[in-house]
């Protein structure tokens, strides 16, 4: 049962713009936090943003700070990630991911919901 639905992915110019939307049940994202993951060939799964349940605190990897803005629309069970300034280097295979309120939010293996993944490539 697929919980975690990305879209918004494609192709974009470096300098261009991009909206993710992770669609999410709302038993899953009521109660957690969320946060934007990515994987580049042959590289780790990298944690991108991070915004917790009631989205008072948010974190981003310092690759992407000043821009990428991480949101989230409690009323229909969506988080958001907002991709400016987009350069060559941020080409992956963007997921979403929940955790719970409890762990940290940079502890990976405790987002135990994840979407399928959405491809994002920034190429001229």
């Known amino acids: 049962q697929v919980q975690l639905v990305e879209s918004g992915g494609g192709l974009v110019q470096p300098g261009g713009s991009l909206r993710l939307s992770c669609a999410s049940a709302?038993?899953?994202?009521?109660?957690?936090?969320m946060a934007w993951y990515r994987q580049a060939p042959g590289k780790q799964r990298e944690l991108v943003a991070f915004?917790?349940?009631?989205?008072?605190?948010?974190k981003y990897a310092d690759s992407v700070k000043g821009r990428f803005t991480i949101s989230r629309d409690n009323a229909k069970n969506t988080v958001f990630l907002q991709m400016n300034s987009l350069k060559p280097e941020d080409t992956a295979v963007y997921y979403c991911?929940?955790?719970?309120?409890?762990?940290?939010?940079?502890?990976?293996?405790?987002?135990?919901?994840w979407g399928q993944g959405t491809q994002v490539t920034v190429s001229s």
């Open positions: 991911a929940a955790t719970s309120p409890l762990a940290r939010w940079d502890d990976t293996t405790k987002y135990a919901y």
């Open positions: 709302e038993s899953i994202f009521r109660v957690n936090a």
């Open positions: 915004i917790s349940s009631g989205g008072g605190v948010t």
